[in-house]
């Protein structure tokens, strides 16, 4: 009986890491700070198999981060467009078609509100502590730290039926937005 009850409370830790976990094909781990321009790294699926490279790469006109998929292909891309507003970045399909916008909303004295304006669908509220990477976006998807015990990481785990990839494009925005500067 001790056994059973063991296995079974490993297993309940095992859920509650999330992205860390077993399995995990909407389980995500990016690395904090990801704007560093001319850096590539790698985003990690929950069984720890690279899926998506972020390619970084500094342009004459504007700063760009590529999303590609384990074979190079590009899935997405973020550019920093100079003459637009600050507050607000954009992320454009592989043939430059905008996809979303990410918007920093009203700052409060708690907590920033951000939002994700997607053409042809609802925008979604992203709430909670952005800086810590503990929050939602929407009710699609969940970003916390508390999943692994690596230091720069953080998590994300995404509900099935999502366009995983720019889930994760929204979140690396929120990155570089709330993290300028440093």
Not at 60 to 70: G, P
Not at 127 to 139: S, V
């Amino acid at each position: 009986m001790g056994i059973r009850r063991r296995q079974d409370r490993r297993e309940e830790r095992q859920e509650d890491r999330g992205p860390g976990g077993q399995g995990g094909d909407h389980r995500y781990q990016m690395r904090q700070k990801i704007a560093s321009i001319g850096d590539d790294f790698w985003i990690e699926n929950g069984n720890g198999q690279k899926v998506y490279k972020i390619n970084g790469k500094a342009l004459r006109v504007r700063d760009t981060l590529i999303f590609e998929d384990a074979h190079g292909n590009e899935l997405m891309k973020i550019q920093e467009h100079k003459v637009r507003v600050k507050d607000s970045m954009e992320i454009e399909d592989a043939h430059g078609n905008r996809v979303a916008m990410v918007k920093k909303a009203l700052i409060t004295p708690v907590r920033e509100r951000w939002s994700v304006d997607i053409p042809g669908a609802s925008d979604m509220e992203v709430q909670g502590n952005i800086l810590d990477h503990e929050y939602k976006i929407g009710h699609v998807a969940e970003v916390s730290k508390k999943w692994f015990r690596i230091a720069d990481s953080y998590g994300i785990e995404i509900e099935p039926g999502q366009n995983d990839v720019l889930i994760l494009a929204v979140a690396a925005v929120i990155d570089m937005m709330s993290h300028e500067g440093r």
